[in-house]
């Protein structure tokens, strides 16, 4: 883009990219200089019940401005201005850094430049400030990028004279920093605000100026308290990252046995696992089925000792009761009708390494007796044979019951628990650990675009909304299952829609809390019409079948296409483009429903 375009398109350009972050998968922008609260809707939404805000996939959180004053209050008073500074403008730094990747994201097949005007401009969505673009320049060819903004209302700078009076020099640390993330991330070079006029010094208004950063020369204190080093203009050819890369963690191939997350309970988890993986502790996960569990044991075995040895799984489920002394210990040749050839047991096959014993709990009473004197001597002996072996191995255990339960029931021996509950690792549920779900979704969306030859824009809004919300009784294995189902679904070089992943057996929320036109919270239905059931229905009767409980995904679809085709004075083809979808496929989804239109 060359600087006189730039210049003719910068109004429409800056209107775009002061939505481009409440967009969410909406193929048309609209006109206006400012986000509309229908804008706003598509992206943000608020999960009472757990107490999470999402702006699309990115969680997010409310303060209060006086808050965050007094916070920066006594940085200042316990570490100094400048340390105070520096700290501020990392954190604006890369929060700017998180919103450009969230834009990207969102977008990744499009040609993006019209958004680096947005960066000092999203603050108006935020909060911060009331922004106006001056000036704007852009050239994409020789990487140069100028911009002058003019900030009216600054918190930050409200919040500094309320506590200091007058300063001496700028000090809207945290709304610089941001710009420069935003606008360096996009860029793919090194871009630096800088407030030249500042409310808190006593001006009318903040007035602040980016560019790229060599042109601030080789002094600028803002590398300094950005923690950066930009020595030259060739940073840029290592730097770079093209926006239209649709990038994932996962993208370069099969990661699906790296447990992935970032919340406090994975993270607690995953301490635990560091701390007794250099031993040879027995360890025993308890969960819910699909949380992981061999997972984590596979990852214990690979930070241990016994790196280099075999780890061995296996389903104590499955192994029928009356071989499970030969499948653990072994076999001798002769032991028994059809023993043609001695055969080495789980424990052997593992020595040196790990032996992972998932769902222990489905063992016999005897069986565990087995086994139990297996741990305690540390020693087997094949069945039908004399020799004993010592064993060398670390045996993991795993169960998706409460084995004091079992326990306290009869069904499980208190001695073989207790020699089992050395080191318990709880595995929490998805559910509780809500905040990984964005970078599951990613992570598992790069690994099966990879593996089924497939190039997916992401998410829809709707799509993510949903998956934000569910509650996951199959937990992480149905999460996988969903992306899985939604890459095969949905068309190449599309999104994937809420309708590729969940079928009638997933019981779903109908509605989203969201913000109304009139800026207050209110319920939206996830189909983006009203379901009949939303008026106090329980149940749902489908023409042709039976009732459906209300919150099932069958119930929902019902009630949508019922409502559509109402809106639609029973227009199939209109309630078709209504629901966004085409005549074909909701026709036969009527059929399958027994709804007649």
Not at 225 to 232: A, D, I, N, Q, V
Request: glycine share 8%.
């Amino acid at each position: 883009m060359r600087r006189d375009e730039t210049r003719i398109s910068l109004a429409e350009a800056s209107r775009r990219a002061a939505r481009i972050l409440t967009r969410g998968a909406s193929s048309e922008l609209e006109t206006g200089a400012a986000p509309t609260f229908d804008d706003l809707t598509e992206s943000l939404h608020f999960a009472l019940g757990d107490g999470r805000i999402w702006l699309n996939d990115q969680r997010m959180v409310l303060m209060q401005s006086q808050v965050l004053g007094r916070l920066r209050t006594e940085i200042i008073d316990a570490f100094g201005v400048e340390t105070a500074k520096a700290l501020f403008m990392r954190v604006g730094y890369m929060q700017g850094m998180r919103d450009a990747e969230l834009v990207q994201k969102r977008f990744p097949n499009e040609d993006l430049t019209h958004a680096l005007a947005a960066g000092p401009r999203v603050h108006t969505l935020e909060g911060f400030v009331k922004v106006t673009t001056r000036h704007f320049e852009f050239d994409s060819d020789k990487c140069t990028y100028f911009g002058e903004f003019l900030w009216e209302d600054s918190t930050e700078a409200a919040e500094h004279l309320a506590s200091y009076g007058l300063a001496s020099e700028p000090v809207c640390w945290l709304q610089i920093g941001y710009p420069s993330g935003y606008t360096t991330k996009l860029c793919g070079w090194p871009v630096i605000f800088r407030e030249v006029e500042c409310v808190g010094m006593g001006a009318p208004r903040c007035v602040v100026v980016g560019q790229h950063a060599e042109a601030w020369g080789d002094d600028a204190q803002e590398r300094n308290h950005l923690g950066l080093e930009w020595k030259s203009r060739s940073m840029r050819a290592i730097g770079k990252v093209p926006v239209a890369a649709n990038q994932s963690p996962a993208a370069a191939g099969d990661d699906s046995t790296v447990a992935v997350g970032v919340s406090a309970a994975f993270v607690r988890t995953r301490r635990q696992l560091e701390r007794v993986a250099t031993t040879d502790a027995t360890v025993l996960f308890v969960g819910e089925s699909g949380v992981g569990k061999e997972l984590f044991s596979s990852q214990l075995h690979a930070m241990s000792r016994r790196s280099s040895g075999p780890f061995v799984a296996i389903n104590c489920a499955a192994i029928p009761e009356q071989l499970v002394e030969a499948e653990l210990f072994g076999v001798e040749k002769g032991a028994y009708t059809g023993a043609i050839a001695s055969r080495a047991g789980y424990f052997e096959r593992a020595s040196g390494g790990t032996l992972f014993l998932d769902e222990i709990a489905s063992l016999t009473y005897s069986a565990q007796g087995k086994l139990l004197r297996a741990l305690q001597e540390r020693k087997i002996e094949r069945v039908g044979g004399t020799k004993t072996v010592s064993l060398d191995v670390r045996v993991v255990a795993a169960s998706n019951v409460d084995l004091t339960a079992e326990v306290a029931a009869g069904r499980f021996r208190q001695d073989l628990y207790f020699r089992l509950c050395v080191f318990p690792i709880a595995i929490p549920p998805l559910r509780e650990r809500r905040d990984d779900i964005p970078l599951l979704m990613a992570h598992f969306l790069g690994i099966y675009c990879t593996r089924h030859g497939r190039r997916l824009m992401g998410f829809s809004r709707r799509a993510t909304e949903a998956l934000l919300k569910y509650d996951y009784p199959g937990n992480i294995r149905e999460l996988q299952n969903l992306v899985e189902r939604g890459v095969v679904y949905a068309d190449d070089g599309s999104t994937i829609d809420i309708g590729h992943l969940f079928s009638a057996s997933e019981l779903l929320p109908p509605f989203s809390i969201q913000l109304t036109n009139e800026g207050r919270l209110g319920r939206t239905p996830l189909f983006g019409v009203d379901p009949p059931s939303a008026q106090g229905n329980n149940m749902v009767s489908v023409n042709g079948g039976a009732s459906l409980p209300d919150g099932s995904f069958a119930e929902m679809e019902a009630a949508a296409y019922r409502s559509a085709l109402v809106q639609a004075d029973g227009n199939v083809s209109a309630a078709a483009r209504l629901l966004k979808i085409s005549r074909p496929k909701l026709d036969y989804r009527l059929r399958r429903l027994g709804i007649k239109p």
